[in-house]
């Protein structure tokens, strides 16, 4: 559940943010002076109170003065530097997610995690959302990457290009990768997400299902839905079960729910009598799914999720067995190796976590 500490911050992590952006791309340069605290508010149909504490903050890190009577002007480039503080916050990037970033299953846990380790070592965290080119954009002028980024970066849900990771190294930020990284020289954290694949495959032949099928991302284009999909065949070719192809369903990050609905009625048409689905929606749309056409869960299908959500356990009738992936540790391993790499840049990378199978209703026959 998202801590109210966590809300506040964003809100002012969202001034912050979009002040150093419009410094990053050029719009306001040192000595400018920026637009009011009023009009800023009503840009971004944020409360006053909330852009006072924004501002501030960039104050005390240095990267605007104000100036009683004349207004809020970018600091010079040499007294940004001289005023950078011994302790600079952390900065974690991620794409837009559907559900907010607070509200998204992967991301809110993760953030949590990052959030809960920087506090003991009393250190802010900064949120960024990327949008497209945003990432390439912020790094383009060294200079203005260790403004934008002066502790160091998480980046979640977005694979570094080894040209990106190149340019946080040559403005001297360090950085850490969640998930699979695009190019071995990217510290990396992530979960052993074969094992998870292994772990669900596994239950599931124990249950007796000999027909199995899968629900997934885009494979060609997550490789943890790769590892996962290959610990998953694996189990059942260590029982000399075969996972076909056609039994193995991608469907988009975020589908419309009628998208969503006709994969479920697709993989159903299939026949499989066990199937591992991604997400947390997915798996409550095949459950409505099954409902609708007699499909008893788990006699005829045995369902597990890979993710695992509150809803999955208490709302969901029968309650969903799932892979649950150690999301807050995720965030914490990810801190404390930013903050490994910012004392010594050739520190290895933790172990993958690892994720632990939940058995519930959906999945047991025997």
Sequence with gaps: MESKLLRAASKTEQVSDYVRKQIAKGRFGPGDCLVGERQLAQQLGISLVTVRRGMKQLAEEGVIERVQGKGTFVR?????????????????????????????????????????ELMQAGLVLHLHGLNGQALLDALADPVKARGTFPGGVIV???????KEAGLLGEAGIPQVQI?????????????????????????????GCRRPALLLGKVSEQPYCQEIRRGFSSAFEAHGIQV???????????????????????????????????????????????????????????????????????????????????????????????????????????????????????????
Excluded at 76 to 100: F, K, M, R, T
Excluded at 179 to 204: C, K
């Design 179 to 207: 998930g699979t990284p695009t190019a071995e020289s990217i510290p990396f954290v992530d979960v052993d997400h074969f094992r998870g694949g292994f772990l669900a495959g596994l239950h599931l032949v124990q249950q």
């Design 244 to 366: 076909s192809d056609e039994m193995c369903l991608e469907k988009p990050v975020f589908p419309e729910l009628s998208e969503l609905a006709g994969l479920c009625q697709s993989l159903l048409a299939k026949k499989p009598d066990g199937v591992l689905v991604m997400g947390d929606t997915a798996p409550l749309t095949l459950l409505n799914i099954c409902r609708e056409q007699g499909v008893a869960v788990p006699e005829d299908l045995a369902l597990v999720s890979y993710n695992d959500s509150p809803l999955l356990e208490s709302q969901a009738q029968p309650s969903v067995t799932a892979v649950s992936q150690p999301l807050m540790e995720l965030g914490r391993a990810s801190a404390r190796l930013l903050l490994k790499l910012r004392q010594n840049s050739n520190v290895p990378g933790p172990p993958l976590l690892q994720p632990e199978l939940k058995v519930r209703d959906s999945s047991v026959r025997l």
């Design 76 to 116: 010079e480039v040499e007294a940004v530097a001289a005023a950078a503080p011994a302790n600079p916050p952390i900065s974690l990037a991620y794409p837009a997610v559907a559900a907010g970033v607070h509200g998204d299953v992967f991301l809110g846990p993760v953030i949590d995690g990052v959030q809960e």
């Design 156 to 162: 979640v849900n977005h694979r570094m290009t080894p």
